[in-house]
T-cell receptor, first 112, second 116 residues
Framework: DAKTTQPPSMDCAEGRAANLPCNHS???????VYWYRQIHSQGPQYIIH???NNETNEMASLIITEDRKSSTLILPHATLRDTAVYYC?????????????FGQGTILTVHP | GAVVSQHPSRVICKSGTSVKIECRSL??????MFWYRQFPKQSLMLMAT?????????EQGVEKDKFLINHASLTLSTLTVTSAHPEDSSFYIC????????????FGPGTRLTVT
């Protein structure tokens, strides 16, 4: 699975958009970009995933560059409850079962 | 939809005893379940993958005789930590997939194990 690089921490003001970057320059053509988040002392929560096209759901938007070397997770109106560790994972799903390899992620702190 | 539960949420046991952790998919059938471990201030590490009705596949360095996994039905997998030691104290998290792990996994809330 593709190795990803994320900034260790970011801050965001409540009500503003949080834009979390992820570099995945070694991603292969069949690897999806998955985003999960983990609030302290809880299990990770699935957010969104994409392959080539931009994706949006009720939680977030995912913008993937055309060359697929990087992506940005956007939380349009961050709240205090969005404070968590956000993980960007390259995942070769779609074939046999795959392994989610969690890196260190980005600690997002949303402040009032 | 896609809710995964774990029981217990917290457990304290004495060294040398065994403890069982249950992972259930509440509203879907999970063909594949995964078990992770997370030490303080570290990321999740995959321990093993279990498919319903077959033996679990363990990651390198994980002792299969110490961490017994049983995936007896499409909604239940159990992890038994045998002869627990203080170094087994950790946060154990399961996840479940309804697509054989090919797409998104849904995680349980985790079980905090403390071995005294």
């Amino acid at each position: 699975d593709a190795k990803t690089t994320q900034p260790p921490s970011m801050d965001c003001a409540e009500g503003r958009a949080a834009n979390l970057p992820c570099n995945h320059s070694t991603i292969s053509g069949n690897e999806y970009v998955y985003w999960y988040r983990q609030i302290h002392s809880q299990g990770p929560q699935y957010i969104i995933h994409g392959l080539k096209n931009n994706e949006t759901n009720e939680m977030a938007s995912l913008i993937i560059t055309e060359d697929r070397k990087s992506s940005t997770l956007i939380l349009p109106h961050a709240t205090l409850r969005d404070t968590a560790v956000y993980y960007c994972i390259g995942y070769a799903g779609g074939t046999s079962y795959g392994k989610l390899t969690f890196g260190q992620g980005t600690i997002l702190t949303v402040h009032p | 939809g896609a809710v995964v539960s774990q029981h217990p949420s917290r457990v304290i046991c004495k060294s040398g005893t065994s403890v069982k952790i249950e992972c259930r998919s509440l509203d879907f059938q999970a063909t594949t379940m995964f078990w992770y471990r997370q030490f303080p201030k570290q990321s999740l590490m995959l321990m093993a993958t279990s498919n319903e009705g077959s033996k679990a596949t363990y990651e390198q360095g994980v002792e299969k005789d110490k961490f017994l996994i049983n995936h007896a039905s499409l909604t239940l997998s159990t992890l038994t930590v045998t002869s627990a030691h203080p170094e087994d104290s950790s946060f154990y998290i399961c996840s479940a997939s309804r697509t054989g792990g090919r797409y998104e996994q849904y995680f349980g809330p985790g079980t905090r194990l403390t071995v005294t």
